[in-house]
């Protein structure tokens, strides 16, 4: 059985800097690319970045690019998502998500999410 699992949300000041992290497991499991997602209230779930397994290539939504950077750690079956100069509408629940071949349009795993709150 394939699990992610996401921590490191939490309250935080606008201005500070945060590392999300997702862990994954199961032994079939092995990510062509790994993603971050996050959804604010009211709003409809959003690509964040992404990050190719194999070759680390990444890729960032235009909003967020030169705040957000996504990293993997191969050992640790683990990805990264830091968060510089964190902004109240950075407030979200960040989901991280894996996919399994390029040809899959779709998302095959996600988590369960975790809060970040940012006050100003």
């Known amino acids: 059985q394939v699990q992610l699992q996401e921590s490191g949300g939490g309250l935080v000041q606008a201005g500070e800097t945060l590392r999300l992290s997702c862990t994954f497991s199961?032994?079939?499991?092995?990510?062509?690319?790994m993603g971050w997602f996050r959804q604010a209230p009211g709003s409809q779930r959003d690509f964040v970045a992404s990050?190719?397994?194999?070759?680390?290539?990444?890729y960032y939504a235009d909003s967020v690019k030169d705040r957000f950077t996504i990293s993997r750690d191969d050992a640790k079956n683990t990805v990264y998502l830091e968060i510089n100069n964190l902004k109240p509408e950075d407030t979200a629940v960040y989901y991280c998500?894996?996919?399994?071949?390029?040809?899959?349009?779709?998302?095959?795993?996600w988590g369960q999410g975790t809060q970040v709150t940012v006050s100003s």
């Open positions: 990050i190719s397994w194999s070759l680390s290539n990444t």
């Open positions: 998500a894996g996919r399994i071949s390029a040809a899959n349009v779709n998302w095959d795993y």
């Open positions: 199961g032994r079939t499991f092995k990510p062509y690319v």
